[in-house]
């Protein structure tokens, strides 16, 4: 049996954010934390990875408490669409390896109940922070679960994919 190192970096969540405000300004300061994803050594069979997700709202005026925060979490597609993402091989020869990413849990069923942007079937994560005197910041906790689906073989090499995460503030 081959063994396939497939690099350090699935998807690079933290760094490409982008915050859209649909609603009355905020009186709230947000930060949303996720880690990058590490499939580790890929051998064709079907493997898994997690890292938690943490969206966090506090509160920077306190005339304006109680504040209520929604908010709607959404991915891109990356390099490949929501059906089927796909890291790109960062060295020749060119060469994909596809996978997908979930909100909270690995379906039974790989690329179904795949976090999104809402579009095609896509979830996405939607909650409410309420800030109050007594609680003026508030977090919600998320898992992000990515997926490599087996019987895959690509060439070995070091493969990512980079996705971004935007903020709806409703």
């Known amino acids: ?6 690099g350090r970096t699935l998807a690079y969540i933290a760094g490409t954010l982008t915050w859209f405000f649909a609603g009355n300004a905020l009186a709230a300061s947000c930060n949303l934390s996720i880690s990058n994803l ?6 064709g069979t079907q ?9 966090t709202c506090t509160n920077v005026t306190p005339a304006l408490l109680p504040e209520r925060v929604d908010y709607d979490i959404r991915l891109s597609t990356g390099a490949g669409t929501y059906a089927q993402r796909q890291m790109d ?6 060469d994909t390896l596809f996978y997908n990413l979930y909100l909270n849990f690995l379906p039974g069923v790989l690329n179904t109940t795949v976090w ?8 996405t994560w939607t909650g409410r922070l309420t800030l109050t005197n007594g609680q003026p910041s508030r977090s919600d906790a998320a898992i992000l679960v990515g ?3 087996g019987g895959l073989f690509p060439s070995a090499g070091a ?6 995460v935007t903020v709806l503030i409703l």
């Open 1 to 6: 049996m081959k063994t396939y190192f497939r």
């Open 38 to 43: 590490n499939f580790g050594a890929y051998v």
């Open 47 to 55: 493997t898994s990875t997690n890292s938690p997700a943490r969206f």
């Open 89 to 94: 091989k960062l060295s020749l020869p060119a």
């Open 116 to 123: 999104g942007d809402g579009s095609g079937g896509t979830v």
């Open 147 to 149: 997926a490599v689906p």
């Open 159 to 164: 493969y990512q994919d980079t996705i971004v």
